[in-house]
């Protein structure tokens, strides 16, 4: 209450205190070009350093500012310009010609809390490219992001649209949650996905500790840092872009055709000793069962429109977009409606203040869920070719074959909405006490509610594929999100020195509310489907939860330049946590980082060749509570456990776990070295980096003796994991000639290793596949999550050959043989690879000339393995189902075939579908990400339409994919830390054409 009673009287005298400020302005205008082509800049950023006013150009390239007596700099800035700080004196007008910097060393980077020059900085910070970003036609920012940034690995585990995709910064830091902390406009929010592309100004990824750690134990993973567009003083800019396109499968199934499979099924029983199942095979037909799910040109669209302007107090940006997606699987879709509201207001020289507000709603159609039966991508690829989908008299079939769902009624009794409402804003005011020192009070707020149901009704198709009752699953979810942050900013300039100062607190408040209701009986309207209408109301199971999560930190950073070219940068963070006891809940972070321009020294100042050069490194620590559930450390009873005593049922409660009241935050410690370079005139520049990302105290549910009776075993703070690597990104741009163009790329290494489960010994098992066996192992010395199985070693070609092992019994030739490597009579269980990559890439190319535009990107991976999971089916030796078209090199005599994925055919068979490197493929990929050929009109021709600028472009997404893997897609993702490449049979990624327009009054 003290401190709150202080920040309100600090706010009810600061104006008193500061109102002779505003005596003596004088007002300072001018117009910015660039130096060049005499072409006028809009949007150029003019500020009074160490203060919080500042202008932008209009779309004249005009600017107006007041400056007060004792102002005597002003900043031009502008992105891709290096800036110029000139001195006012006693000018009323000053134009400014801007010099284009391919660098950038210039550009004001966004940093926590504050800004930075770039070429200032000292910790692993990479901007993203915005205008390659606003290439993608794409549902959500963070796919938009993937392969903009090394280090940064972006995955999708679906391409249903709207679905959520995975990011990792520097890899998996912990066995658990491992999602970076998002940061929009100054609000900590748990996703991006929110926001429209075309609002982005500017994005940064915060690397490594020194970076991250003035976000404390939020910044355990890494930090995305965006910022979204704002007006300027002038007269009112309207912006209109949209795109329609149309969506198909990049691949089709590869399975055989109705006569083929037919043929290798009656191989399979003529060699179990049964008569063949079709006399004669080349008269059936084909059904495509991949294309009767398919939805064929499933269209994409996106609509944006926004205005911003300015006056002399202030500015305003507001924005209003429709994204609207059909998913190329059946029933699948996703929409999103945003409102954007962005405004600055200057009430005095000396106080600024301003809001952002994004208004959501969010509609999508998922497809049913995919697991290792029923699911319909699955069964599309194994369900047998021969069978129609209907009967004719219009139903569902069964197939006479096995018991295969059939795939196109799973989609059409599935009928489910998920809708959502966003709001999310923030409100803050800039106070400027002194010359240099700026208060700050930023207060943010996000509320969510969600509405999700499923309504299954009454089917029958075959026994196994029915449902008796129709029923409904409606969920609702609310998220309430406050955070109220208060900062003070001091810079300085005194002689060869420099300093910047940061100090502030923030809190932070999480409260989440579920429910549920499940009842049964409803009608087969799907419009007067409500919990009222179902006949077993009174059977209703409801469900429901409640959390809140609380924070409180305080927070510092000291930047210090010496003769511009010796640099430290030096972070705390104190944070205290509700999801810890009291004595438990505060930690400290602190982080150091140093930089040196080696291209100010004197001795490489005349090598001309060089025009930056700087060295950095960097230490810093930091938490993760993002691994802690609200209340891990209390014991909590379950209800359910109902008993009966004295002949009468009574409600009960279990304990099925303990709490543990000595938990703490995993902490994170990351050691950075770093290289930033520019050659040739500023042509060439490129990043180098090298880290190892030491994780401790790693939570983990240690096991505990069976009897105890304690069914979930206590989280521990008792693991350790390891990553490090090598980051390298370059840029070659070459502005000088009308024929402009660029190349860049990127590349990355991750090495992970899990150095200790603490007292757990052995393993951890994870990612079981249709009851058969775990896929994957974690333990000590090796990377997380192994795939791990049975090692295969060719075909039995004789019988000879099997009588001279012991280790497999009832086989025969043309079967496969594992390895024994010991010969002790048993199969060895070994690791069969990684599901992390040994390396990501990317790269870009953009080409200019009188109007045309073109401009590619190329994204891949390399290294990592996938397990495929339909190919348990679809390679089966059974044929019981469906094949794979390369089935048809199978095995069928001695000599013709030694290659484990091909044996022979035969029913009931058991050895050839173990879990083995059978089914672990290369998922390396190399994928045409992005194609874009774009004409902007010339300025003589939209001035006489009263347009600034118009221009139309065709655009290709996902455009080509090579790999050796042979399921739908080889972007499988991550579901959940331990469950890595794993294909169950993924949703694919579609390939996109697109026509689309931008126009600019």
Same mark, same amino acid.
């Given at each position: 209450?003290?401190?709150?009673c202080?920040?309100?009287?600090?706010?009810?005298?600061?104006?008193?205190?500061?109102?002779?400020?505003?005596?003596?302005?004088?007002?300072?205008?001018?117009?910015? +070009?660039?130096?060049?082509?005499?072409?006028?800049?809009?949007?150029?950023?003019?500020?009074?350093?160490?203060?919080?006013?500042?202008v932008?150009?209009?779309?004249?390239?005009?600017?107006?500012?007041?400056?007060?007596?004792?102002?005597?700099?002003?900043?031009?800035?502008?992105?891709?310009?290096?800036?110029?700080?000139?001195?006012?004196?006693?000018?009323?007008?000053?134009?400014?010609?801007?010099?284009?910097?391919?660098?950038?060393?210039?550009?004001?980077?966004?940093?926590?809390?504050?800004?930075?020059?770039?070429s200032?900085?000292?910790?692993?910070?990479?901007?993203?490219?915005?205008?390659?970003?606003?290439?993608?036609?794409?549902?959500?920012?963070?796919?938009?992001?993937?392969?903009?940034?090394?280090?940064?690995?972006?995955?999708?585990?679906?391409?249903?649209?709207?679905?959520?995709?995975?990011?990792?910064?520097?890899?998996?830091?912990?066995i *658990?949650?491992?999602?970076?902390?998002?940061?929009?406009d100054?609000?900590?929010?748990?996703?991006?996905?929110?926001?429209?592309?075309?609002?982005?100004?500017?994005?940064?990824?915060?690397?490594d500790?020194?970076?991250?750690?003035?976000?404390?134990?939020?910044?355990?993973?890494?930090?995305?840092?965006?910022?979204?567009?704002?007006?300027?003083?002038g007269?009112?800019?309207?912006?209109?872009?949209?795109?329609?396109?149309?969506?198909?499968?990049w691949?089709?199934?590869?399975?055989?055709?109705?006569?083929?499979?037919?043929?290798?099924?009656?191989?399979?029983?003529?060699?179990?000793?049964?008569?063949?199942?079709v006399?004669?095979?080349?008269?059936?037909?084909?059904t495509?069962?991949?294309?009767?799910?398919s939805?064929?040109?499933?269209?994409?669209?996106?609509?944006?429109?926004?205005?911003?302007?300015?006056?002399?107090?202030?500015?305003?940006y507001?924005s209003?977009?429709?994204?609207?997606?059909?998913g190329?699987?059946?029933?699948?879709?996703?929409?999103?409606?945003?409102?954007?509201?962005?405004?600055?207001?200057?009430?005095?020289?000396?106080?600024?203040?301003?809001?952002?507000?994004?208004?959501?709603?969010?509609?999508?159609?998922?497809?049913?869920?995919?697991?290792?039966w029923?699911?319909?991508?699955?069964?599309?690829?194994?369900?047998?070719?021969?069978?129609?989908?209907?009967?004719?008299?219009?139903?569902?079939?069964?197939?006479?074959?096995?018991?295969?769902?059939?795939?196109?009624? +799973?989609?059409?009794?599935?009928?489910?909405?998920?809708?959502?409402?966003?709001?999310?804003?923030?409100?803050?005011?800039?106070?400027?006490?002194?010359?240099?020192?700026?208060?700050k009070?930023?207060?943010?707020?996000?509320?969510?509610?969600?509405?999700?149901?499923?309504?299954?009704?009454?089917?029958?198709?075959?026994?196994?594929?029915?449902?008796?009752?129709?029923?409904?699953?409606?969920?609702?979810?609310?998220?309430?999100?406050?955070?109220?942050?208060?900062?003070?900013?001091?810079?300085?300039?005194?002689?060869?020195?420099?300093?910047?100062?940061?100090?502030?607190?923030?809190?932070?408040?999480?409260?989440?509310?579920?429910?549920?209701?499940?009842?049964?009986?409803?009608?087969?309207?799907?419009?007067?489907?409500?919990?009222?209408?179902?006949?077993?109301?009174?059977?209703?199971?409801?469900?429901?939860?409640?959390?809140?999560?609380?924070?409180?930190?305080?927070?510092?950073?000291?930047?210090?330049?010496f003769?511009?070219?010796?640099?430290?940068?030096?972070?705390?963070?104190?944070?205290?946590?509700?999801?810890?006891?009291?004595?438990?809940?505060?930690?400290?972070?602190?982080?150091?980082?140093?930089?040196?321009?080696?291209?100010?020294?004197?001795?490489?100042?005349?090598?001309?060749?060089?025009?930056?050069?700087?060295?950095?490194?960097?230490?810093?620590?930091?938490?993760n509570?993002?691994?802690?559930?609200?209340?891990?450390y209390?014991?909590?009873a379950?209800?359910?456990?109902?008993?009966?005593?004295?002949?009468?049922?009574?409600?009960?409660?279990?304990?099925p776990?303990?709490?543990?009241?000595?938990?703490?935050?995993?902490?994170?410690?990351?050691?950075?070295?770093?290289?930033?370079?520019?050659?040739?005139?500023?042509?060439?520049?490129?990043?180098?980096?090298?880290?190892?990302?030491?994780?401790?105290?790693?939570?983990?549910?240690?096991?505990?003796?069976?009897?105890?009776?304690i069914?979930?075993?206590?989280?521990?703070?008792?693991?350790?994991?390891?990553?490090?690597?090598?980051?390298?990104?370059?840029?070659?741009?070459?502005?000088?000639?009308?024929?402009?163009?660029?190349?860049?790329?990127?590349?990355?290494?991750?090495?992970?290793?899990?150095?200790?489960?603490?007292?757990?010994?052995?393993?951890?098992?994870?990612?079981?596949?249709?009851?058969?066996a775990?896929?994957?192992? +974690?333990?000590?010395?090796?990377?997380?999550?192994?795939?791990?199985?049975?090692?295969?070693?060719?075909?039995?070609q004789n019988?000879?050959?099997?009588?001279?092992? +012991?280790?497999?019994?009832?086989?025969?030739?043309?079967?496969?043989?594992?390895?024994?490597?010991?010969?002790n009579?048993?199969?060895?269980?070994?690791s069969?690879?990684?599901?992390?990559?040994?390396?990501?890439?990317?790269?870009?190319?953009?080409? =200019?000339?009188?109007?045309?535009?073109?401009?590619?990107?190329?994204?891949?991976?390399?290294?990592?393995?996938?397990?495929?999971?339909?190919?348990?089916?679809?390679?089966?030796?059974?044929?019981?189902? *469906?094949l794979?078209?390369?089935?048809?090199?199978?095995?069928?005599?001695?000599?013709?075939?030694?290659?484990?994925?091909?044996?022979?055919?035969?029913?009931?068979?058991v050895?050839?579908?173990?879990?083995?490197?059978?089914?672990?493929?290369?998922? =390396?990929?190399?994928?045409?990400?992005t194609?874009q050929?774009?004409?902007?009109?010339?300025?003589?021709?939209?001035?006489?339409?009263?347009?600034?600028?118009?221009?139309?472009?065709?655009?290709?997404?996902?455009?080509?994919?090579?790999?050796?893997?042979?399921?739908l897609?080889?972007?499988?993702?991550?579901?959940?830390?331990?469950?890595?490449?794993?294909?169950?049979?993924?949703?694919?990624?579609?390939?996109?054409?697109?026509?689309?327009?931008?126009?600019?009054?």
């Open positions: 209450m003290k401190k709150l202080l920040y309100l009287f600090f706010i009810m005298v600061a104006p008193v205190l500061l109102e002779g400020q505003t005596k003596n302005m004088k007002t300072i205008e001018g117009t910015i +070009t660039n130096k060049m082509t005499n072409e006028k800049l809009a949007g150029v950023s003019i500020v009074v350093p160490g203060s919080t006013r500042g932008t150009t209009n779309i004249d390239g005009h600017y107006s500012i007041d400056v007060q007596p004792m102002d005597s700099l002003l900043q031009f800035s502008f992105i891709g310009y290096s800036a110029q700080v000139i001195q006012i004196k006693n000018q009323t007008k000053i134009n400014v010609a801007l010099v284009e910097n391919t660098t950038n060393l210039d550009e004001v980077i966004v940093v926590g809390y504050g800004t930075q020059k770039k200032d900085l000292t910790g692993s910070i990479s901007t993203v490219n915005i205008k390659e970003l606003s290439e993608r036609n794409v549902s959500s920012v963070s796919q938009a992001l993937q392969g903009q940034v090394a280090g940064v690995d972006v995955s999708s585990s679906s391409g249903t649209p709207g679905a959520g995709v995975s990011i990792r910064i520097r890899g998996i830091g912990t *658990n949650n491992s999602d970076p902390l998002f940061v929009v100054g609000m900590m929010v748990n996703d991006i996905d929110f926001v429209n592309p075309d609002d982005i100004e500017s994005m940064q990824v915060l690397k500790a020194s970076a991250t750690a003035i976000y404390g134990s939020r910044g355990a993973n890494g930090v995305i840092i965006l910022t979204t567009k704002k007006g300027s003083k007269d009112a800019v309207v912006n209109f872009s949209s795109y329609y396109g149309i969506q198909n499968a691949r089709s199934s590869n399975v055989m055709d109705g006569p083929t499979w037919a043929y290798l099924r009656n191989e399979a029983l003529i060699a179990k000793g049964y008569a063949p199942i006399p004669d095979p080349s008269i059936l037909p084909t495509n069962w991949f294309k009767e799910i939805n064929e040109n499933a269209s994409i669209s996106n609509v944006d429109l926004s205005i911003s302007g300015g006056g002399e107090k202030g500015s305003y507001l209003v977009n429709q994204f609207d997606q059909e190329i699987i059946k029933k699948t879709s996703y929409n999103r409606l945003s409102v954007r509201s962005n405004s600055t207001l200057d009430v005095k020289p000396w106080l600024k203040v301003g809001e952002n507000i994004t208004l959501l709603k969010t509609t999508s159609h998922m497809p049913p869920p995919s697991d290792e029923t699911g319909p991508l699955l069964t599309a690829l194994v369900r047998d070719p021969v069978t129609s989908v209907r009967n004719d008299d219009g139903s569902f079939t069964k197939s006479v074959f096995n018991d295969t769902f059939n795939p196109v009624a +799973t989609i059409d009794y599935y009928n489910n909405a998920n809708i959502t409402y966003r709001t999310l804003g923030n409100v803050f005011a800039d106070i400027s006490l002194l010359k240099g020192l700026v208060f009070t930023d207060y943010s707020f996000e509320y969510t509610y969600s509405d999700a149901r499923d309504y299954i009704p009454v089917y029958y198709v075959f026994n196994a594929q029915q449902n008796a009752i129709s029923s409904l699953n409606d969920y609702y979810g609310k998220n309430y999100i406050l955070q109220w942050t208060n900062t003070l900013n001091y810079e300085k300039k005194f002689g060869n020195h420099s300093i910047s100062a940061l100090a502030g607190t923030e809190s932070f408040t999480d409260n989440y509310k579920e429910s549920g209701i499940a009842v049964s009986g409803l009608p087969k309207d799907w419009d007067a489907i409500t919990i009222d209408n179902a006949s077993g109301n009174n059977s209703a199971r409801v469900n429901g939860s409640y959390s809140q999560t609380r924070q409180y930190s305080f927070l510092a950073r000291l930047n210090y330049s003769k511009d070219k010796y640099l430290l940068t030096s972070n705390f963070r104190a944070d205290g946590s509700s999801k810890f006891l009291k004595g438990k809940r505060w930690d400290y972070f602190p982080s150091f980082s140093l930089g040196w321009k080696l291209s100010e020294e004197p001795f490489l100042k005349s090598v001309d060749i060089i025009n930056s050069l700087k060295l950095r490194a960097g230490w810093g620590q930091i938490g509570q993002g691994s802690v559930g609200s209340y891990d209390l014991t909590t379950n209800s359910g456990a109902d008993y009966i005593w004295g002949g009468v049922l009574h409600p009960g409660y279990s304990f776990g303990v709490g543990n009241p000595e938990l703490r935050w995993e902490k994170t410690t990351t050691t950075n070295f770093g290289v930033d370079f520019s050659v040739l005139n500023s042509k060439l520049s490129g990043t180098i980096e090298y880290y190892i990302r030491n994780t401790t105290g790693m939570l983990l549910q240690v096991p505990t003796p069976g009897q105890t009776g069914q979930d075993s206590p989280y521990q703070n008792a693991g350790e994991m390891q990553n490090s690597g090598i980051e390298l990104s370059l840029e070659y741009r070459n502005m000088d000639h009308a024929f402009t163009y660029s190349f860049g790329g990127n590349f990355s290494t991750i090495k992970n290793k899990v150095v200790s489960l603490g007292v757990i010994q052995g393993f951890i098992s994870s990612a079981s596949f249709a009851n058969m775990y896929l994957e192992r +974690t333990y000590s010395g090796a990377p997380i999550a192994q795939f791990y199985g049975y090692k295969t070693d060719g075909l039995f019988q000879a050959e099997i009588d001279a092992q +012991t280790a497999q019994k009832n086989v025969s030739p043309g079967d496969i043989r594992y390895v024994d490597a010991d010969k009579g048993e199969l060895d269980v070994v069969l690879g990684s599901p992390l990559p040994d390396f990501t890439y990317s790269f870009n190319a953009s080409f =200019s000339y009188k109007g045309f535009d073109l401009s590619t990107t190329f994204q891949g991976v390399y290294g990592n393995k996938l397990f495929n999971g339909p190919a348990i089916y679809t390679k089966s030796s059974t044929a019981a189902w *469906n794979s078209r390369d089935m048809i090199n199978r095995w069928v005599g001695e000599g013709t075939q030694n290659d484990a994925r091909y044996p022979r055919m035969a029913a009931n068979d050895n050839n579908g173990y879990i083995s490197d059978r089914f672990i493929e290369d998922g =390396s990929y190399f994928r045409i990400k194609l050929l774009g004409y902007s009109l010339n300025k003589d021709l939209t001035s006489k339409m009263h347009l600034s600028n118009m221009r139309i472009y065709l655009n290709a997404q996902n455009l080509l994919t090579f790999t050796k893997y042979t399921g897609d080889p972007e499988i993702g991550i579901n959940g830390p331990l469950e890595i490449g794993v294909d169950r049979g993924v949703y694919p990624q579609g390939r996109t054409y697109s026509l689309g327009l931008n126009v600019t009054f």
